[in-house]
Every structure is written in structure tokens, then in C-alpha cells.
């Protein structure tokens, strides 16, 4: 079993900032990506943004600037540091890993989400 717990979310008013934190447990190989989604009431379900496990990073254009992903991998863990936010960014946000659980012989990645985390940017 694996499992990815998310905590940091929040309610900060515009302009401030916020700190995601998912750790990842269980039976797992080796993790190649991790990473953060998002989903806004009405809206489609966006990637937000990705590190590998040698620290290259993507984000989506809209966070460019504000956002920083890092990770930790001797803990499994990867962070979201969110900075300078606005309403825009309120959504349920998401952990994801793409990862080779334990016990599998294969090459495939599989993927894995958290439960979600809030975060609501309003004055």
C-alpha cells in the first residue's frame, strides 16, 4: 500500500503565502516524479507543477514566479511554497507520484494522489 498525505492548506488573504507539505509512505521502490494538481469549483483538474528526482521543474504559466516546488527524497517528501497568491489559486490541491511500488519487477510507473488539501485565498 501507498499513500500520500497532503497538509498546509488554509485560508490566507490575497497577497500572502502558504506552504504544502506531502509526505509518501508504504511499500514503494523508487519515486521518479512528484508533484501538485489542482482543482478549482467549475473548473478542470491542471497540473500546477512537477519535480523529478533529480530536481528538474515544471510549473504551469500562471503560477511562474510565485510558486516553488522542491522535494526531499531521502523522506519522500515534496513541498509547495506558495507565495504572492490570489483568489485565482483557490482550489483543492492535490499531491501526485509517479512511483514503482515494492514487491513489482517492472519499469512501469504508476500513480498515486492524495486526499486533497484546501486552500482558499480571500480577504
Known amino acids: 500500500q501507498v499513500q500520500l498525505v497532503e497538509s498546509g492548506g488554509g485560508l490566507v488573504q490575497p497577497g500572502g503565502s502558504l506552504r504544502l507539505s506531502c509526505a509518501a509512505s508504504?511499500?514503494?521502490?523508487?519515486?521518479?516524479?512528484m508533484g501538485w494538481d489542482r482543482q478549482a469549483p467549475g473548473k478542470q483538474r491542471e497540473l500546477v507543477a512537477a519535480?523529478?528526482?533529480?530536481?528538474?521543474?515544471n510549473y504551469v504559466d500562471s503560477v511562474k514566479g510565485r510558486f516553488t516546488i522542491s522535494r526531499d527524497n531521502a523522506k519522500n517528501t515534496v513541498y509547495l511554497q506558495m507565495n504572492s497568491l490570489k483568489p485565482e489559486d483557490t482550489a483543492v490541491y492535490y499531491c501526485n507520484a509517479a512511483l514503482i511500488p515494492s514487491g513489482i519487477v517492472t519499469t512501469r510507473r504508476y500513480d498515486y494522489w492524495g486526499q486533497g488539501t484546501q486552500v482558499t485565498v480571500s480577504s
Open positions: 508504504g511499500s514503494i521502490f523508487s519515486i521518479y516524479a
Open positions: 519535480i523529478t528526482s533529480s530536481g528538474s521543474t
